[in-house]
């Protein structure tokens, strides 16, 4: 564990340098040992699609008690502060936490916001979600995507969400999980998908 943590900071151009093209993995180990300008580049590679994922869904009535850069920022200052955590277990993915942790917070928001007006809280019936992977399923089987989600590796879980969920594209998708070209982050991505598939079923 960094300490102090690693600052996060709140905006900073992505910087075209040859930390800013290293696999999110390599970036983690770097920040882990000490390295602030990887921290830089890991928050700034997601931040953007952070932002686009949290704010489709927190329902309107819940915003302005904290607006959704509060939410990503926080998101992301959590996982730089337990940024160790994916360096010493394998079986962790960076961006999964970090969007566990973004969705954690938006559902906080909802109770709080619940609670100040005096709304029931009726999370288990409200669709909080309206990223591109809830336009293919339904509740029902959102659990059998978080499910199946789990049982599968990090790089497997990461390519799903990169694609799915934050709607990253192929260049980007294979910078972040070190794959040799966009032609081979769409294959992996394809073979992922169809993976996905056979175990929710």
Request: proline content about 6%; overall charge neutral; some cysteine.
């Amino acid at each position: 564990m960094l300490n102090p943590s690693p600052p996060v900071p709140n905006s900073s151009p992505y910087m075209e340098n040859a930390v800013s093209q290293e696999p999110t993995r390599t970036l983690v180990d770097l920040a882990a040992r000490g390295n602030n300008e990887a921290v830089e580049v890991l928050c700034d590679r997601f931040r953007p699609r952070l932002m686009a994922w949290a704010h489709g869904r927190l329902p309107a009535y819940a915003r302005g008690l904290k607006d959704t850069e509060d939410l990503v920022q926080e998101a992301l200052a959590g996982a730089a502060s337990r940024i160790a955590l994916f360096q010493n277990h394998e079986d962790q993915s960076f961006l999964h936490y970090v969007r566990k942790a973004l969705h954690n917070n938006i559902l906080n928001e909802i109770r709080r916001a619940h609670a100040q007006n005096h709304i029931a809280d009726k999370l288990s019936q409200e669709r909080v979600s309206r990223s591109p992977i809830d336009e293919l399923i339904d509740h029902e089987s959102a659990e059998r995507y978080e499910g199946a989600l789990m049982e599968m590796s990090p790089q497997e879980r990461d390519l799903i969400i990169s694609r799915l969920e934050l709607d990253l594209g192929y260049r980007d998708i294979a910078i972040h999980c070190g794959l040799p070209s966009p032609d081979a982050a769409r294959m992996a991505v394809s073979r992922t998908i169809k993976k996905l598939a056979t175990r929710m079923r």
